[in-house]
């Protein structure tokens, strides 16, 4: 029998996953290019500043990679970190106005 992960397990699968196809010589770290190749594909709506050098070097100072390092999965785990709770504070203030609202009613 199959084991059924549930859709948190496969969105930590598909996070790992993406990082490792990102690089075609399948290695532990990314380039600053394979690594502004697969934001822009996978994060584009969450990540726009990176479309551009400016804001691929600012990315990378955010998440402590140092100019001319490659960008190791712990790297990349610090910008999920920050998307994450930023998604979590931004959920939590709509839900905080929703229930405000229905106090009210």
């Known amino acids: 029998m199959a084991e059924q992960y549930t859709e948190l397990e496969l969105a930590l ?8 196809s990102a690089s075609p010589t399948k290695d532990d770290t990314l380039t600053a290019q394979e690594f502004q190749s ?13 479309g551009d050098q400016e804001g691929l070097n600012k990315l990378l100072t955010d998440i402590n990679v140092e100019e001319g390092k490659g ?10 970190d920050s998307l994450a709770t930023a998604q979590f504070g931004s959920l939590s203030k709509e839900k905080q106005v929703k229930c405000v609202k229905c106090s009210l009613m």
Do not use: I, S, Y
Request: charge should be neutral; hydrophobic fraction near 55%; avoid cysteine.
């Open 13 to 20: 699968t598909t996070l790992v996953d993406n990082f490792h």
């Open 38 to 50: 697969m934001v822009l594909k996978e994060l584009p709506t969450m990540v726009k500043a990176a």
């Open 71 to 80: 960008v190791t999965f712990k790297d990349f785990w610090q910008l999920v």
